[in-house]
């Protein structure tokens, strides 16, 4: 019977089922990880998260990250869970900084200083292109930054961009949820520009070197934050003049505040990696068969993130 450590952790309040792989002798089909995915992230039926992530040994870095969400399609990327799984390697292979292999390229990771009033990580996201075709999206134009998109809307421009999960950033004066879902609904149904769906994000500039972000992911909806988008936003806004010469730029979401350090191709993630629970779970390749043991709560964690979010949303209250 296959017996694999989990841990329950957010980023931002973007919660995932983190699964230790790295002690696990098994075959790289023995498990379905797309049912997987959809079982254990049911929120009514069993766990619940907004999906898994699976932390393996790695032949080329210090461990690899696979990311499944919670409708069971495998991502390119996720900055939200990259710093959790940040935590987790550098906690279990007691370094600070280690390279982590993901779908697409191999990942700075490292833990920061203790004093800060939650538990912090910076990852690397990248890479990050501006080429409309490696979202992808169906166009003649070989890139789209700041551009109106009819099919859209009329009174807003989009910028499209890869980081590498697919993201059209729009910068809004308002957030008017009702409207942006219908917007970002449009393009995460059968349409001829984006065949596999996009995210989109509403960003609404708050000062020189702030921003609030809203994402739609797609395949879920309206979520409490999106690593990869955030990480987008920021350095779209950058580029556009946004921010001046401010390259660290603070970002709200529903879920907290992170940092964001844009560089030329690439952007420095830094936020929170929070853990609820520890345990374990077995029978994971039979079907609603999955068994769990809980081992530990953190309940100090979860206190001190409420704490946080809080004082985020207070001080998000006074700015907006």
Not at 6 to 27: P, R, Y
Not at 230 to 239: H, I
Not at 250 to 255: A, E, I, L, M
Not at 297 to 314: C, L, N, P, W
Request: charged fraction near 20%; hydrophobic fraction near 40%; aromatic fraction near 8%.
């Amino acid at each position: 019977m296959m017996s694999i450590t989990v841990v329950k952790c957010h980023g931002s309040g973007n919660d995932f089922l983190l699964l230790d792989m790295m002690d696990v002798e098994m075959t790289y089909d023995s498990v379905n990880w797309s049912a997987c995915a959809k079982q254990l992230c049911n929120r009514s039926e069993s766990l619940g998260a907004d999906g898994i992530l699976l932390v393996e040994n790695s032949a080329i870095a210090d461990a690899r990250m696979r990311v499944f969400n919670a409708d069971g399609s495998e991502a390119s990327m996720c900055g939200n869970g990259l710093r959790c799984v940040a935590r987790f390697t550098t906690e279990k292979l007691k370094r600070h900084h280690l390279m982590i292999e993901t779908k697409h390229s191999i990942l700075a990771v490292g833990k920061r200083p203790d004093d800060q009033a939650i538990l912090q990580f910076a990852v690397e996201i990248s890479p990050i292109s501006f080429r409309p075709s490696d979202l992808p999206m169906n166009t003649v134009l070989t890139e789209i930054i700041d551009c109106q998109l009819p099919f859209l809307a009329e009174d807003l421009t989009f910028t499209a961009v890869a980081s590498p999960n697919p993201h059209l950033i729009t910068v809004v004066d308002t957030i008017d949820t009702a409207r942006q879902d219908s917007i970002a609904r449009r393009v995460n149904q059968q349409n001829p520009w984006f065949p596999d769906g996009v995210n989109v994000s509403f960003v609404q500039l708050i000062g020189l070197g702030e921003i609030f972000v809203q994402t739609y992911e797609r395949g879920v909806g309206f979520t409490n934050a999106c690593g990869t988008a955030m990480s987008a936003a920021s350095l779209v806004t950058y580029r556009l003049g946004k921010h001046g010469d401010q390259k660290q730029i603070k970002v709200y979401n529903p879920g907290g505040q992170v940092t964001c350090i844009v560089q030329e191709d690439a952007v420095e993630l830094i936020g929170n990696a929070t853990y609820e629970y520890t345990g374990r779970i077995s029978h994971l390749h039979e079907e609603n068969a999955c068994l769990f043991e809980l081992h530990e709560e953190y309940s100090d964690e979860i206190a001190k993130y409420q704490q946080f979010q809080q004082a985020v949303s207070m001080k998000l209250g006074r700015m907006m």
